[in-house]
């Protein structure tokens, strides 16, 4: 964004004192670091419970994730169509009452791996939509000019919760065992559907003039903006290859750290946690960095920055000291260029996309960011197997590194956020 850019936009009002905003961040922050109890509490309740193994705790990961593919693109046409906030709140009272199935089935002997499997797919449902919802109705609540401010406020929330969450789940599971630390997770389900009830600012939903066409025709035209948008689409490559290189680092650091490193799995934990970390400052300073470089600019540079950061993890010597400061850098290095890239990208999606097919776009994205990822973690396999764990991991981070870095001369160094009129509710 140049000087004169910045000086025809109006000043706009912040967002602390934006009371819709407020209670959409604090409903997504509780939402955010329940998931993240979730994620401990949930596989702990299948091994240390019902005595799972390693398929069965592998299944209960893939169920979590699959409804993302399975219902997306559905769930972006028919966000297209209806008001969101009301998709916020059902989603999250019915995961409230889902999660509640696990402890009270616990607490009454009923608790088995079928409900588990039952509760986490219908879980990862109710989420494929409510994410995309979300994204959805961030833009009806606050203008084009505060996308940037709203996205880095949400980032670091989201940073903050990756990094207390796993904490907070670990030790609910030590004091209260892993079925009912799931009722905190429930908790905070209900409290999020609390804070987006309190919403009051109107919604208005596109309606198209036209005959409602076939949902497959509907999806396509989600498709086919972003495909025909430079920007959107280079966006979306720019993200499916960091995803699917940044899978083959992530799949196989552990392995890395135990067998190669000699490091113990709470230390590789910390470390990873870390990450969170960078990512916070990255999200806190994402303005700032938008103000001296442009907005575009920001966007690819963090994408080298992030990459560099994985590029120093399969270099980390066999040294006990030297090696957990060279990861811990790494990761937090990592994590800073996410932070910034996550704001910014996510910023220019939703001033680009056209508002009646916001829903369809934003889907699309997540299909297609999420949808590498298991590819990057079989490549994680196929090439520890074939050249070793360090070795592989060098074939996701630095060819990410040089991608990363032609991006510069794309066109999304040029990206930016169309100047619009201030919203005025104070509200």
């Known amino acids: ?121 219908s879980v990862g449902l109710l989420t494929a939509v409510s994410d995309v919802a979300y994204l959805v109705y961030l833009s009806s609540v606050v203008s084009r000019g505060q996308l940037v401010e709203a996205n880095a406020k949400l980032e670091g929330a989201y940073s903050i919760a990756e990094i207390g969450g796993p904490g907070v789940g670990g030790v609910l599971v030590q004091v209260v065992t892993a079925p009912v630390a799931l009722v905190a997770n429930a908790g905070t389900c209900l409290l ?51 995803n699917l290189f940044e899978r083959i680092v992530l799949t196989l650091y552990l392995l890395f750290g135990i067998r190669e490193l000699s490091l113990g799995a709470g230390e590789l934990g910390v470390i990873l946690t870390t990450a969170s970390v960078g990512a916070l400052i990255g999200a806190l300073t994402a303005s700032r960095a938008a103000a001296v470089i442009g907005i575009g600019r920001c966007i690819v540079a963090s994408m080298v920055v992030s990459a560099a950061g994985l590029v120093m993890i399969p270099f980390a010597p066999a040294a006990p000291v030297l090696t957990v400061v060279v990861l811990i850098v790494g990761f937090v290095v990592h994590g800073f260029g996410l932070g910034i890239f996550h704001v910014h990208s996510l910023s220019v999606r939703l001033a680009l996309a056209p508002a009646g097919l916001l829903g369809r776009i934003q889907a699309t994205f997540r299909l297609i960011l999420y949808g590498v990822v298991p590819i990057g973690a079989l490549l994680a396999g196929v090439l520890g ?5 360090r070795a592989a991991i060098a074939l996701g981070a630095v060819p990410l590194f040089v991608l990363s870095t032609l991006f510069w001369f794309s066109a999304v160094r040029h990206a930016d956020i169309p100047a619009a009129e201030v919203d005025g509710d104070p509200n």
Request: proline share 5%; no cysteine.
């Open 192 to 242: 999020a559907a609390l804070a987006f009830l309190g919403i009051r600012k109107p919604e208005t939903v596109e309606s198209p003039q036209r005959r409602r066409r076939p949902v497959r025709a509907e999806i396509a035209d989600g498709l086919r903006a972003i495909l025909g948008h430079r920007v959107l689409r280079l966006l979306v490559v720019q993200g499916a290859v960091f």
């Open 385 to 389: 197997n074939l050249v070793g764990i």
């Open 1 to 121: 964004m140049t000087s004169q850019q910045s000086a025809v936009r109006p000043r706009q009002r912040s967002l602390w004192r934006h009371r819709p905003f407020l209670l959409l961040w604090s409903g997504e922050t509780i939402s955010q670091t329940g998931a993240q109890i979730s994620l401990v509490a949930v596989p702990l309740t299948a091994i240390s419970v019902l005595h799972a193994g390693a398929t069965e705790v592998a299944l209960l990961t893939a169920l979590q994730y699959a409804p993302v593919v399975l219902i997306t693109l559905f769930a972006g046409v028919w966000l297209d169509r209806h008001r969101r906030r009301p998709v916020l709140i059902a989603t999250n009272l019915a995961r409230f009452l889902l999660l509640l199935l696990i402890p009270v089935s616990y607490a009454t002997g009923l608790l088995s791996l079928g409900l588990l499997y039952l509760v986490t797919f």
